[in-house]
């Protein structure tokens, strides 16, 4: 295996083979500024609810989020139910969301855009205040 690493005149280290390569360039030597890191999206759906971790700006701004209203609460429980579809973008917070009749949880947090179906009952157990924006269809 070649190391990536060059030596001081020329030489490898005592745990390499005299003979071991040493390339002067490699490809995964690049300015850290180069290098492009960026959490994937990623949609799930759960118990009646979905959830969208770290969806693209490019898709917020084409739902038109950042002009929703927005809703805030501190840490709580709280029954709600839904008179009609939610869509939602978590700001801040982390909530887990018991729908009834389940002892199951889905957990919500900040970068989450999150859609409940009409009708859906559940409690709300906010562990960190929540800041949101909300579009009910």
């Given at each position: 295996?070649?190391?990536?690493?060059?030596?001081?005149?020329?030489?490898?280290?005592?745990?390499?083979?005299?003979?071991?390569?040493?390339?002067?360039?490699?490809p995964l030597r690049r300015p850290l500024a180069a290098i492009n890191?960026?959490?994937?999206?990623?949609?799930?759906?759960?118990?009646?609810?979905?959830?969208?971790?770290?969806?693209?700006?490019?898709?917020?701004?084409?739902?038109?989020?950042?002009?929703?209203?927005?809703?805030?609460?501190?840490?709580?429980?709280?029954?709600?139910?839904?008179?009609?579809?939610?869509?939602?973008?978590?700001?801040?917070?982390?909530?887990?969301?018991?729908?009834?009749?389940?002892?199951?949880?889905?957990?919500?947090?900040?970068?989450?855009?999150?859609?409940?179906?009409?009708?859906?009952?559940?409690?709300?157990?906010?562990?960190?205040?929540?800041?949101?924006?909300?579009?009910?269809?």
């Amino acid at each position: 295996m070649a190391s990536a690493f060059a030596f001081a005149s020329g030489t490898s280290p005592s745990f390499l083979p005299s003979n071991t390569l040493k390339p002067k360039h490699s490809p995964l030597r690049r300015p850290l500024a180069a290098i492009n890191i960026r959490s994937e999206s990623m949609a799930t759906e759960k118990l009646g609810i979905k959830v969208e971790t770290n969806p693209s700006e490019s898709k917020l701004s084409q739902l038109g989020v950042r002009q929703w209203p927005k809703w805030g609460c501190p840490p709580s429980k709280f029954p709600w139910t839904y008179s009609s579809k939610e869509t939602c973008y978590l700001l801040e917070g982390k909530v887990k969301v018991y729908p009834d009749g389940s002892n199951d949880f889905v957990e919500i947090g900040a970068g989450d855009l999150v859609e409940f179906p009409k009708g859906m009952s559940c409690t709300w157990e906010v562990s960190v205040a929540v800041d949101k924006h909300y579009k009910f269809e």
